[in-house]
């Protein structure tokens, strides 16, 4: 097969094709005599196994996985694998933790409080807590005060209220200093708690749907190396004839 032979497939271009062999996508390739490269059907699965990688590991790692492949180091190419499928374990921990604390706090989600800024004496009565607690809050960007320009005090405004209410209720429910940041995060992003809980299911599926995508990279892949192992072989075969 040509570049452009390939290249049809997916709808690429035959320099497309060009740039990932010298990338070391691809196995060795053939030539003829007028140095025109000749690509075979392993070629061919080669190619479907790293765009199927890419689209859940992206270019970079996939270019990685296959290039530990061909270099015979199938250890590395695992390592890489295995390091998507951590984050997205990690990832799906993270949201499930902000989807406890929404529903931890879905009676009681305090509402913006109007009015002017308060002090950290003033909110620390508020809530009945030390200073202390709101500054150890402020180091775990819990909670987010502004400084006032004359005289450096902090100051809470409505936002960092409603933030530090949110904080108090979770931890009164045992939860840790790192989740409560991480729900936070979850909620100023989204911009609310309705929004959030949008937000949660659009995360939900983009969790499934690269989950789905990984498994499809490494079915493409597991094609591939069987297919390479079975050219090895033939090739050792036909060396002893």
Do not use: K
Not at 3 to 21: C, F, K, M, V, W
Not at 50 to 77: K, P, Y
Not at 205 to 228: F, K, M, N, S, V
């Amino acid at each position: 097969m040509r570049p452009i032979d390939l290249a049809r497939e997916h709808g690429l271009s035959a320099q497309a094709i060009r740039n990932y062999d010298d990338a070391g996508i691809f196995p060795p390739t053939a030539r003829t005599e007028s140095g025109y490269r000749r690509y075979t059907p392993l070629h061919a699965q080669a190619l479907r196994a790293f765009l199927a990688l890419r689209a859940g590991h992206g270019h970079q790692r996939a270019t990685a996985i296959l290039r530990a492949v061909h270099r015979g180091d199938l250890d590395a190419a695992y390592r890489l694998i295995d390091a998507a499928h951590v984050a997205l374990l990690d990832e799906r921990g993270t949201r499930a933790d902000v989807a406890s604390a929404l529903r931890e706090l879905s009676t009681t989600m305090p509402a913006r409080i109007a009015g002017p800024a308060m002090t950290i004496g003033e909110l620390a009565r508020r809530l009945a807590l030390h200073p202390a607690t709101l500054r150890t809050w402020e180091a775990r960007d819990i909670v987010r005060p502004d400084r006032d320009r004359a005289t450096g005090y902090r100051r809470y405004g409505p936002e960092c209220v409603r933030d530090a209410e949110i904080a108090r209720q979770l931890r009164r429910g045992g939860y840790p200093l790192s989740r409560i940041a991480q729900f936070l995060d979850a909620l100023r992003a989204a911009g609310g708690a309705e929004p959030l809980r949008q937000f949660l299911e659009d995360w939900q599926d983009r969790l499934t749907t690269r989950g789905r995508t990984l498994l499809h990279g490494a079915a493409e892949l597991d094609i591939y190396l069987t297919r390479e192992e079975a050219a090895r072989a033939e090739a050792v075969l036909h060396s002893r004839e």
